[in-house]
């Protein structure tokens, strides 16, 4: 038996939640992580998986021994980092994870990085507030950036760092097209209320948000449509008869909608921080080195803050 491999494969099934689908994404079939994990099992005289129908979760032991096999995976990336890596030069793969509304920051900071140092390999994905806490827990994520506010991984062994402020805008199709989209004059949350909107869905903490602000405002928003992409909700104002509120990340790449005017919304005004999130233990990979010296640079914070805020076009 490889043990690494069937770590792999168990952290994998962690991941997923799916039997196939852990199996496609190491590459292997059903059959095989199945019978890894089994071996897995026999190596330590211990049930680790709850098997039925479908995945039913872990066993306590077996969630010891994927608590066990986390560390260990995430040792031996760092390790291999030290060996392939030059000084001044990281080598090796990043998992970085962002909420909806600030991947565009993400993507920014990703090329950013990997401009800086090429032999970075990132990996950037868009999840929710709980599954982007999940991953940092779980060691599947290197690095998160998200709502600090919220987090409930902002323990002693979290590390955060600042990035910038959300602010809010309510879009809309402007009444008179120019050639890129507008920031027009501030409205309140309360006449925002009183459009159809798109919203992102409830699970989403924007989502939350937002609602807390029509409440704050005394209003109630009624959405038209509700959805948990980002595309769908810039191309729902663009195409059709809704609006939507956007925080200025995701308005500064919209940029080249000049059918569109963002309002800047007030009363109240509402802010929330976003920051990087990290694993604050002593010895961070190479790659994660980077990662941090660069989210605290101030080219890269002077960048970031310029593609979102309040936005001056």
Not at 110 to 129: C, N
Not at 243 to 259: D, F, H, K, Q, S
């Amino acid at each position: 038996m490889n043990l690494l491999a069937s770590l792999r494969y168990l952290a994998a099934l962690d991941e997923h939640k799916h039997f196939g689908r852990a199996a496609q994404a190491c590459h292997i079939t059903q059959p095989a992580l199945s019978n890894a994990l089994r071996a897995l099992e026999a190596e330590f005289d211990t049930v680790i998986v709850k098997r039925g129908r479908n995945f039913e979760g872990f066993t306590e032991e077996g969630a010891r021994v994927l608590a066990s096999a986390q560390r260990m995976l995430q040792e031996r990336e760092s390790l291999q980092q030290e060996l392939k890596s030059g000084i001044g030069k990281p080598q090796g793969r990043l998992s970085i994870g962002a909420v909806p509304t600030a991947m565009p920051i993400a993507a920014r900071f990703s090329a950013m990085l990997q401009a800086r140092y090429p032999g970075i390999s990132s990996v950037v994905r868009s999840m929710s507030s709980n599954e982007l806490e999940t991953g940092l827990e779980s060691l599947s994520l290197d690095i998160g950036l998200g709502y600090t506010d919220r987090l409930r991984v902002s323990g002693p062994r979290m590390r955060q760092i600042p990035q910038y402020t959300e602010h809010y805008f309510f879009v809309r199709r402007a009444a008179k097209i120019k050639d890129a989209l507008q920031i027009g004059p501030s409205t309140t949350w309360a006449k925002a209320a009183l459009h159809p909107l798109c919203l992102l869905t409830r699970e989403m903490h924007n989502r939350t948000i937002v609602e807390r602000a029509f409440e704050e405002a005394g209003a109630v928003s009624k959405p038209a449509m509700e959805t948990n992409s980002i595309l769908v909700l810039a191309l729902s104002v663009a195409e059709g008869d809704v609006c939507t509120i956007m925080p200025g990340a995701l308005v500064g790449v919209m940029r080249g909608y000049r059918e569109l005017e963002a309002l800047p919304l007030v009363s109240p005004d509402v802010r929330t921080a976003i920051g990087l999130i990290a694993q604050g233990g002593d010895r961070p990979s190479r790659t994660l080195e980077a990662a941090l010296a660069l989210a605290q640079d101030p080219v890269w914070l002077a960048h970031a803050r310029a593609h979102s805020g309040l936005l001056k076009i």
